[in-house]
Structures are given as structure tokens and as C-alpha cells.
């Protein structure tokens, strides 16, 4: 069988003859044997679909070890660090090593949990992260009895299943995945029924526009409530691309943000290359923040992501590795973290939002300036 056939059984067994976008998501995305980031093959890199900022330079992980370093510091949390959705594992090696180097005490101190759903995605970690180091591994939250540390995440939520509505003629749809007589994927509206999709409308006060077209993160918001009842005291950082509400609501976002990924082309139709290629959508950081508060999640603040490494240090490095050689390591190294800050760079979209449960930091202290709350 393939996810092919896989998603026309399932398709032809439910009552509509149809999938919501989410249903269909999560089934070519996360199905044990079919979905995309459950197979034995490289999604990340040059050999993949996609690049992450962990694989542009190391010092995307050094900097957080260092950031990350101050933090306890503080003597306010457990040196405990949950990773959800490690990938290769890149991150964890570079933060794992820098920890080394700047405390050795500290770093054989620190348990270090990978929460990873990927069988494939595990073993490649456990071939790249140091031996010495105390690394757990966990496929779900669901194997935590509760958290005190740091969590964090890096492209989680953008890769999480999304329901799609749609404006027409004045009546808001929900978009459904089906076949036609060739056995192609193909959309079709009915009229939005779905209560949890009317109640977050309501709840953001969300108008669309005439033939607007727009994602509705339910699964996230469902998991950021799992991570706040796991959560017993520590400090969650969510580094994604994302809008406000009122840039989802602008006439350029009229479209939508569920796009493919295959082998580095964006694709704009989500129902080609099924199983193949990675789907993912701009995450709602609203949602994130206001839900969060009422979970009893403080929000602490949120930047751009090119605006958290410069307060959280990056300069450092490109001070401590001057050199004028422009092959050396440390050249490359330096024009990376260009690439990384700079507005026109790797950074541009993405957002680092950090939330805090029971657990009151001093940023001054942490941050080279001081973060907008």
C-alpha cells in the first residue's frame, strides 16, 4: 500500500467522502509507515527539502548554550533541557558541545530529553549527539510526568495539521480533501460546521474577507495546553515564522500560508507530491500568546529572531573570530551570523517567542538589552 491508497481507504470510509485539511495533513505528515517526516529519509539539508538555522552554522546551537547557560545561572530552574522535535539533532549537538566547553561541571549535570516522534529522525540523533553526554530520549510529552526546565522548539508548530476556511459569496467554508474519478486529490467546500473552528473565530473576533482563505491552528493550541498541564515550572521558547492577527488579516495573506516544500522549490498546491514533500503553514503567534495567558502561561516577550541573537550575544562570536582570510572557518563563520541578523537573511519571518510558568527571570541579566514586554 501507499499513502496514496492509504488516503483514498480512509477517504471512501468516512461519511462525507471527504478529509478536513487537518485530517489529511496528519495522515500524509505524521502516518507511522507513510507519513513524511516518519520515513527513513532525509528532509533536512542540502540532501532534503529544507534548511533549518541550526544547519546554516554551529553557532546557531552555541549561541543558546550560552543563552541558555545564563538562564540557570539564575538558580531558579533544574538543569533540564526538553527539546520537541529535534530533527537530525543538529541543535543538540551544537548546544551540547558549547554547554562542554563553557562548564564542564554544569554540562555533566545537565539531562538533556529529546521529544521525538520520528523512529528514523531518533537514530540519527542518538549517531550525532556526544556519548558523554546525558541525553534522554522520548517519542511524545505524553512520557514526561511533568517538566521543570527549559522546553524548547524550533519549526514545531509551523509543521503541525491546520484546518482551512474560505470565504465565498458571503458564507464562510471549511475546505475537504477528496478524489476524483482518476483518483486525484482535489478540494471541495462545505459550509464551515466544525464548533471548535466557529468557537476560535469568535473567541479573536476573526472577519474574513470575500474569498480570503485561512488556516486554523487548532492542534497547536490543543498541544500548547498539553505543554502548560505538563509544565510545572520552567521557561518555553517557541522559535517560528509567524503573524500577528492583523497581518493574517491583510489583503497580501489573502491566500493563505499552507505551501509544500520538495527538494527546496516552494510548491503553493499542497495536494501534489503526497507524502513527499513537507506542508507547513505560518504559525498564528496571537493565538500563541493569549491562549498561553490563559493556560497561566506569562508571556515574557516576543522578537524577531535576527533581534533575540543579537541581544541574547551573537556579536560575540563574530568579535572572538575575526580573521582575514576569507576561506577560513572563522570567515564563513562570520558571514553566516550575517546572514543570520541581517533583516534580508535567514532570520527574515521568524520569531522567538518565550513564555514562563511559575518561574520569574531577570532579563536584564540574560539579555544584552532589555526585551519589550
Known sequence: MT????????????????????????????????????????????????????????????????????????KKLPPFIYEIGGG????????LEELKEIDVSFYNGLTYCMIETSKYHISEQKKLLPTDANVVYKSSLNECESIEGIVFSNELYDAFPVHVIEKRERVVNEVHITTNSKNEMMEVLFPLENQPIIDYLNKFSIELSENQRFEVPLSMVKHLAFVAEKVKKGLIYTIDYGYTLEEWLSPELMDGSLRGYYKHEMIRNPLLHVGEMDLTTHIHLYALEQVGTELNIQHCFTKKQGEFLLAAGILNFLQENYDTNPFSEKSKQNRAIRSLVMESGLSKGFTVVVQSKNCEMDWKVILEETPKF
Not at 485539511?21 to 539539508?45: C, I, N, R, S, W
Not at 537530525?88 to 548546544?95: D, H, P, S, V
Open 3 to 74: 499513502i496514496l491508497t492509504h488516503l483514498i481507504e480512509k477517504i471512501k470510509a468516512s461519511d462525507n467522502n471527504c478529509l478536513t485539511y487537518a485530517d489529511f495533513m496528519q495522515e500524509v505528515l505524521y502516518h507511522p509507515t507513510y507519513g513524511y517526516y516518519m520515513k527513513d529519509t532525509k528532509k533536512v539539508g542540502k540532501e532534503g527539502d529544507f534548511y533549518t538555522s541550526s544547519n546554516v552554522s554551529n553557532v546557531f546551537g552555541k549561541l543558546f548554550a550560552r543563552h541558555f547557560y545564563k538562564v540557570f545561572q539564575q
Open 88 to 95: 537530525t539533532g543538529r541543535f543538540a549537538k551544537q548546544l
